[in-house]
């Protein structure tokens, strides 16, 4: 029989041979790998290789730095994996600027550049790493892997410190990924858990950016963090990245925005890599293509948007568990008041320590107890019996029975010292002791209290300058066939009934995404809908083929086909909205003689009047008639439709165009995401018809026209009006003019018509922001200022003030600069005013 052991298992092996070897090697290796090399401990937070670096750099620590080359070697004393191993963790544990005080070229998490060589760059323990990791009173002990020296089993951590730095690893059979959280807002939610109130615990990371928590699941497993990075609209020709998503480097990133131009996704120029203090990707966009579907590209096929899936493993009882973010803070907190309760207690027998022997020092001395070191005794045991008979009468006011090395530390004092004693100084000094163990005892007896007072200390010492680098956000779901650029050109063959992108030789169609849809019919009536291919086959004589926009309810498809069977011709109005792809859809009756005389497709459901001419032979009076497709309703694709005529039909011609019988679109300006929508998410902007435009007016005192694409994006935080634009309508806004500190009033009509283009209304200058806004006729502002009780309220009713005025125009002042100020309108109910947000 043999044994194998690992400080925290034991496997006893009792099969012989390669059999018996297999099923208890790799037993014993992944019990090896994910305890002792994978998995942090839930105690400290730790891998062993980190606690070994910090047991290493305690006990080099002189305040000065060190060299990184001199710290590995310390630290191989302890860990027996080579020095490449605890360099990269030296390192990664240094980048996270929390333990480490780090000098010289750590590498930047941001762009990848690696650390310079380990004798070339210094580091230390950081102050709070000092203050919060180490406690050898409190630290239990083993030796090392070769005996030699002990290491600590776990360092006495007083802070979750695993969720602050984050965690990952790959051992057998399981992972873990703990991502990195706000140091500041782990105190808070600390203190909370402490206080027994309701915590959130969200990821932030090193390199900022933007991250959508809404699927994070307490970090556990199945869930899942999105993020994003800032990217900015520069021009209308460039986009700069202002950050890089967690575990993106600045060319990584790259490289992936120039594989998806290679593969036609987006459309570029070139991208430059301008990051110095801080990241800046500068995207130089190809002519004519739109920035914002561009930033939505971006975030779809780049690594500008990344999802991360936590899973917080760590190992409690030298076993991994699966727990969430939120359970380990309550662990850590747990854990931190029981170091802390050790601690005041060791403090505690310190004191009451000190308090027994200064207090025998007094006695020693005030009672004259030293004098039995100048009699005559026979033997020094003697000596020591007498000295302790003469301490008999003050026992009861010791803390403890006074013992024999107690009186042999006290006959060790020279006699010449003894004498210099002062009473009141030792008297001082015991009262002082008092002060202090009734302090220790009051915080035993109120830990909790101490405990958040001890993390309020934390963040009072070490918060300032590790405010959230992450924005949170929520994110709006992009779909590729929006954003996807039209990489893909489409050609058809008409008669013999092909479409595809290998068909050059043929008619050329449409320039399209290759994630599109394609949808075609035919003379005989047949409707099919397939994706972007080399070749495919729809069927002989196509009528119509296009671009299919799933879910289009506006676009209407105008029809007369005649039924194989009868010979009668029906008319059809219908829309396409779902289909199912490579399906064949009869339009008609389904005879294989049915036969499509007229086909148009129509955006906004107009509806044309035509003139059928009849075949002369047939026995009708009238060989031609007019038909108006607006009598007709619109039904489903299924539908018969209505009998036109009996009669064979020899032709259909277009007479005369029609009027759109749909009615005007609604529009929604989702004031969360800053999209503009027809989902009816946000603020409703009206009934918007084709030729509709839509104003766009933002905090820094600039407005916009722009179109109803929905694929233009704005900032929420920068809008402060979205309507219906009508060039009649006459604008009020109120304005900080920070040079003569003071609020400027103007009245404009918009005279500019040039699109997607914004416009400087205001006074040009530092600082000078746009306050409110309105379109009403008559507004009535009221400005409220002051505070507290203080607070004072006029009205200004502004068309009496000041007249119609150029765009341009700096405009009347209206009252002076008031840093406690806040100005709305007083909005009319019957006049539904557009909502000031």
Known sequence: MSTTKNKNYEHVQTDHGINGQYKTWFLDYASYVILERAVPAVEDGLKPVQRRI?????????????????????????????????????????????????????????????????????????????EVVFNPKTTIWQTSYDGRKNEPVTLPVKFPLLLAQGAEGIAVGLATKILPHNFNELCDATIK?????????????????????????????????????????????????????????????????????????????????????????QVDLAPGISPDITIDALYKFTDCEVS??????????????????????????????????????????????????????????????????EKKH??????????????????????????????????EKPVRRIYRLDIAELNAQIKDLEEQISGVNHDLAHLNDYAIAYFENLLKKYGKGKERKTEIKVFEQIEAKHVAIANTKIFINREEGFIGTSLKKDEFLVECSDLDDIIAFTKRGIMKIVR??????????????????????????????????????????????????????????????????????????????????????????????????????IKSRGSMGNQVTKYPVRAVRFKEAGVATLGSIKLWFDDKFGRLNHDGKGIELGDFDAEDRVLVIYTDGTYEITDQELTQ?????????????????????????????????????????????????????????????????????????????????????????????????????????????????????????????
């Not at 575990?247 to 594989?259: A, Q, R, Y």
């Not at 020591?384 to 403890?400: E, M, N, S, T, V």
């Open 54 to 130: 910090l047991h290493a750099m305690k006990e080099m620590d002189d305040g000065r730095y060190n060299k990184v080359a001199n710290i590995i070697g310390q630290s191989m004393q302890y860990h027996p994996h080579g020095d490449a191993s605890i360099g990269d963790a030296l390192v990664n544990m240094g980048q996270k600027d929390l333990l480490i005080d780090t000098q010289g070229n750590w590498g930047d998490i941001r762009t990848g550049d690696d650390a310079a060589a380990s004798r070339y760059i210094e580091a230390r323990l950081s102050k709070f790493a000092l």
């Open 193 to 281: 858990y402490l206080k027994g109130r309701k915590f959130d615990l969200y990821p932030d990371f090193l390199t900022g950016a933007m991250a959508d928590v809404s699927d994070y699941n307490s970090g556990m497993r199945g869930g899942r963090v999105k993020v994003r990075a800032h990217i900015e609209e520069f021009d209308k020709k460039t986009l700069l990245i202002k950050s890089v998503p967690y575990g993106i480097t600045t060319s990584g990133l790259m490289d992936s925005i120039v594989k998806a131009n290679d593969a036609g996704k987006i459309k570029i120029k070139k991208v430059t890599d301008n990051t110095a203090a801080e990241v800046e990707i």
């Open 308 to 373: 991360v899936s936590p899973n917080t493993c760590v190992i409690i009882d030298q076993k991994p568990v699966f727990i969430s973010v939120n359970e380990l803070l309550r662990i850590s907190a747990d854990k931190t008041k029981d170091l802390l309760q050790k601690e005041l207690e060791i403090r505690l027998s310190e004191l009451q320590e000190k308090w027994h022997y200064t207090s025998l020092e007094k006695i020693f001395f005030e009672e004259q107890i030293y004098k039995e070191l």
């Open 378 to 411: 026979e033997t020094w045991d003697k000596v020591i019996a007498a000295i302790d008979r003469a301490f008999q009468p003050f026992i009861k006011g010791l803390k403890r029975p006074i013992t024999r090395e107690d009186i042999l530390k006290l006959t």
């Open 532 to 633: 972007v291919q080399d070749k495919v086959f729809i069927g002989k004589d196509i009528l119509y083929a296009a671009v299919f926009r799933k879910g289009d309810e506006r676009t209407t498809y105008n029809m007369i086909y005649t039924d194989g069977a009868t010979g009668t011709a029906y008319a059809k109005r219908f829309n396409v909205t779902g289909i199912t792809r490579d399906k064949e859809y009869d339009l008609t009756k389904g005879h294989d003689k049915s036969k499509v005389h007229y086909l148009t497709v129509n955006p906004n459901g107009e509806a044309e009047v035509v003139r059928i001419v009849l075949s002369p032979n047939c026995s009708a009076k009238k060989k031609e008639l007019d038909f108006y497709f607006e009598e007709l309703e």
């Open 713 to 837: 994006r704005f900032n929420p935080e920068d809008v402060l009006l979205v309507e219906k634009f009508d060039p009649d309508h006459v604008i009020t806004a109120v304005y900080l003019d920070n040079d003569k500190l003071q609020y400027n009033v103007k009245r404009f009509r918009i005279e500019t018509t040039t699109l997607r283009n914004r416009f400087l209304f205001i006074k040009e200058g530092k600082g000078n922001v746009l306050e409110a806004v309105s379109t009403e006729a008559e507004p009535l502002l009221i400005v409220h200022t002051g505070k507290g009780s203080q607070v004072r309220k006029a009205r200004y009713k502004i068309a009496t003030l000041v007249d119609v005025m150029g765009w341009k125009a700096v405009g009347a002042k209206l009252t002076d600069f008031n840093k406690n100020v806040m100005m709305e309108w007083e909005v009319k109910e019957a006049q539904g005013q557009a909502a000031l947000f």
